[in-house]
């Protein structure tokens, strides 16, 4: 059984900075790609950024520049630094674990921390 943590989610103004973590318990590797997902009221759950085991990094348009993921193997955590933080960076924030290909018993996510950007 593998359960993911997040951690790090909070309010914080315009241009302000948050970290967010996604701590992994249970039997879950460092060949796990790892990801961060986001889901704001009425709009469908979308990527934010993920990371392969061979450390390929991906990230949504909208927060390049401003966000980065990293990986602590040792750890078996992941991380997302967000910088400049804007409005529509609102949203819950979810942590998810998969093995690319291999079905949903594969595919793991967290339950979600919330983050609100406003003044």
């Known amino acids: 059984q593998v359960h993911l943590v997040e951690s790090g989610g909070g309010s914080v103004q315009p241009g302000g900075s948050l970290r967010l973590s996604c701590a992994a318990s249970?039997?879950?590797?460092?060949?796990?790609?790892r990801g961060w997902y986001r889901q704001a009221p009425g709009k469908q759950r979308e990527l934010v950024a993920s990371?392969?085991?061979?450390?390929?990094?991906n990230y949504a348009d909208s927060v390049k520049g401003r966000f980065t993921i990293s990986r602590d193997n040792a750890k078996n955590t992941v991380y997302l630094q967000m910088s400049n933080l804007k409005p529509e960076d609102t949203a819950v924030y979810f942590c998810?674990?998969?093995?690319?290909?291999?079905?949903?018993?594969?595919?793991?996510w967290g339950q979600g921390t919330q983050v609100t950007v406003s003044s």
């Open positions: 249970g039997s879950i590797f460092s060949v796990y790609t």
């Open positions: 998810n674990a998969n093995l690319p290909g291999m079905g949903p018993e594969y595919d793991y």
């Open positions: 990371i392969t085991n061979r450390d390929s990094i």
